[in-house]
């Protein structure tokens, strides 16, 4: 299965257990009164939004270039990942937080909590489906990296959204069980509300980690190192290079990667020579499968290269071989 495809059967399975899981905890709130449950039903909610959100990201991602987006649209998605991220923090959060605060201000007993309970499991089933799908598809692409190194590598934010949110959504479900339990056995319906309240401080980390990695994913990372890496590679072991500087990348999309490359050719090569050695670059780069979309290969000196980048750049994109 191809990564844009795994990407939107994430977000479709999220989507599904979303909407059932957003209807029953509303129904549930509305019958017994419960601050958490109320809170939960805003957090499905938001979530369903959110994937509605990504959905037209990914689609949008698709468009093939044309004269206004010469590279593409590929931060489309980038884009509505970072507002996916602040919905997150100010309705999820912001709305869990208020009804929690309301709650303690004017407690009310909690009815017929064996609803609660029924429907906060019902609905641990649906999100843990969607939890472990979307588990397995950041599995496959993170290898031997530990789960939040690959989380700061990753530039599909499609997986790791979600992988977020029903994380946030599984603990939030525990938070409002407890909460009910707690108000059973304390007879202390403000609990209830400090439950909405605990809710909301796990949307609020969720929600940042998401907005600081998105906004970096939006405003232009490099592309992974092995990416980098292989250019280099690739570049120094054509017959028509006698050194090879470094080279800058930008990740414009899950998928697209531009690169430009700064290398010194030998002095003997004609013209034509040099657009050979450029081809055979580029046919290497597209057949080792780096998702680089454009290449741009400059004839510089190793002296008039490092006078141009800055020593930050330097130091991020002069990979060893």
């Given at each position: 299965?191809?990564?844009?495809?795994?990407?939107?059967?994430?977000?479709?399975?999220?989507?599904?257990?979303?909407?059932?899981?957003?209807?029953?905890?509303?129904?549930?709130?509305?019958?017994?009164?419960?601050?958490?449950?109320?809170?939960?039903?805003?957090?499905?909610?938001?979530?369903?939004?959110?994937?509605?959100?990504?959905?037209?990201?990914?689609?949008?991602?698709?468009?093939?270039?044309?004269?206004?987006?010469?590279?593409?649209?590929?931060?489309?998605?980038?884009?509505?990942?970072?507002?996916?991220?602040?919905?997150?923090?100010?309705?999820?959060?912001?709305?869990?937080?208020?009804?929690?605060?309301?709650?303690?201000?004017?407690?009310?007993?909690?009815?017929?909590?064996?609803?609660?309970?029924?429907?906060?499991?019902?609905?641990?089933?649906?999100?843990?489906?969607?939890?472990?799908?979307?588990?397995?598809?950041?599995?496959?692409?993170?290898?031997?990296?530990?789960?939040?190194?690959?989380?700061?590598?990753?530039?599909?934010?499609?997986?790791?959204?979600?992988?977020?949110?029903?994380?946030?959504?599984?603990?939030?479900?525990?938070?409002?069980?407890?909460?009910?339990?707690?108000?059973?056995?304390?007879?202390?319906?403000?609990?209830?509300?400090?439950?909405?309240?605990?809710?909301?401080?796990?949307?609020?980390?969720?929600?940042?980690?998401?907005?600081?990695?998105?906004?970096?994913?939006?405003?232009?990372?490099?592309?992974?190192?092995?990416?980098?890496?292989?250019?280099?590679?690739?570049?120094?072991?054509?017959?028509?290079?006698?050194?090879?500087?470094?080279?800058?990348?930008?990740?414009?999309?899950?998928?697209?990667?531009?690169?430009?490359?700064?290398?010194?050719?030998?002095?003997?090569?004609?013209?034509?020579?040099?657009?050979?050695?450029?081809?055979?670059?580029?046919?290497?780069?597209?057949?080792?499968?780096?998702?680089?979309?454009t290449l741009f290969v400059k004839p510089?000196?190793?002296?008039?290269?490092?006078?141009?980048?800055?020593?930050?750049?330097?130091?991020?994109?002069?990979?060893?071989?």
């Amino acid at each position: 299965m191809k990564p844009m495809s795994s990407s939107k059967l994430v977000v479709y399975a999220a989507l599904i257990g979303n909407i059932l899981v957003a209807l029953t905890k509303f129904v549930a709130a509305a019958m017994t009164g419960s601050s958490a449950m109320l809170s939960e039903g805003v957090h499905s909610l938001v979530d369903t939004i959110n994937e509605f959100l990504l959905l037209y990201g990914l689609k949008r991602a698709d468009k093939r270039p044309d004269a206004t987006h010469p590279f593409g649209y590929g931060r489309e998605l980038y884009f509505w990942s970072f507002i996916v991220a602040l919905l997150v923090l100010a309705l999820g959060a912001g709305v869990s937080f208020y009804e929690g605060i309301t709650h303690i201000q004017h407690p009310e007993p909690i009815a017929y909590p064996n609803i609660n309970y029924f429907v906060l499991a019902v609905s641990f089933v649906f999100e843990i489906a969607s939890w472990w799908i979307s588990l397995k598809t950041f599995r496959t692409t993170k290898g031997t990296l530990s789960y939040f190194q690959a989380f700061r590598q990753s530039k599909d934010p499609s997986v790791f959204v979600v992988l977020f949110e029903d994380t946030a959504a599984l603990l939030g479900l525990l938070i409002a069980m407890s909460g009910v339990v707690a108000v059973q056995i304390f007879n202390m319906p403000k609990l209830d509300g400090v439950a909405s309240i605990a809710i909301s401080m796990v949307l609020i980390i969720c929600s940042i980690l998401l907005v600081r990695e998105t906004k970096e994913l939006l405003i232009g990372e490099t592309a992974k190192p092995h990416v980098r890496e292989s250019i280099l590679r690739i570049a120094k072991n054509d017959p028509g290079i006698s050194n090879v500087n470094g080279i800058l990348t930008v990740q414009m999309g899950p998928r697209q990667v531009i690169a430009a490359l700064s290398a010194e050719f030998h002095d003997d090569l004609t013209t034509t020579q040099i657009e050979q050695c450029v081809s055979r670059i580029e046919a290497g780069v597209k057949l080792a499968d780096l998702n680089v979309v454009t290449l741009f290969v400059k004839p510089q000196s190793a002296e008039a290269w490092q006078h141009r980048i800055s020593p930050l750049a330097a130091q991020q994109d002069d990979a060893p071989i």
